[in-house]
């Protein structure tokens, strides 16, 4: 079974920079396409960003231009720049596939506050 670990969150300003990882116990990344989702309270999951094992990336119009998805096959990990962070950023963020999906991990939690 596929475990997928999410870190790398943490309070951050208005504006900040965080860089997320997610590690994964086997080596999907290379084959599936990825992405990273996010949900806030209340709110639904939603996907933000996704990479293809082509390298094709894709992102939500709320964050294109912020956010940076990468991918380092030898390493089975997944990471996420997020740039010019902004308070409607804040939320537990889950990386897994798209058209596949893993069991979730436990994700991290980003909040963006002042």
């Known amino acids: 079974q596929v475990q997928l670990v999410e870190s790398g969150g943490g309070l951050v300003q208005p504006g900040g920079s965080l860089r997320l990882s997610c590690a994964a116990s086997?080596?999907?990344?290379?084959?599936?396409?990825m992405g990273w989702y996010r949900q806030a309270p209340g709110k639904q999951r939603e996907l933000v960003a996704s990479?293809?094992?082509?390298?094709?990336?894709n992102y939500a119009d709320s964050v294109k231009g912020r956010f940076t998805i990468s991918r380092d096959n030898a390493k089975n990990t997944v990471y996420l720049q997020m740039n010019s962070l902004k308070p409607e950023d804040t939320a537990v963020y889950y990386c897994?596939?798209?058209?596949?999906?893993?069991?979730w991990g436990p994700g991290t939690q980003v909040t963006v506050s002042s």
């Open positions: 990479i293809t094992n082509g390298g094709t990336t």
């Open positions: 897994n596939g798209v058209a596949y999906k893993f069991v």
């Open positions: 086997l080596n999907i990344v290379n084959f599936n396409t």
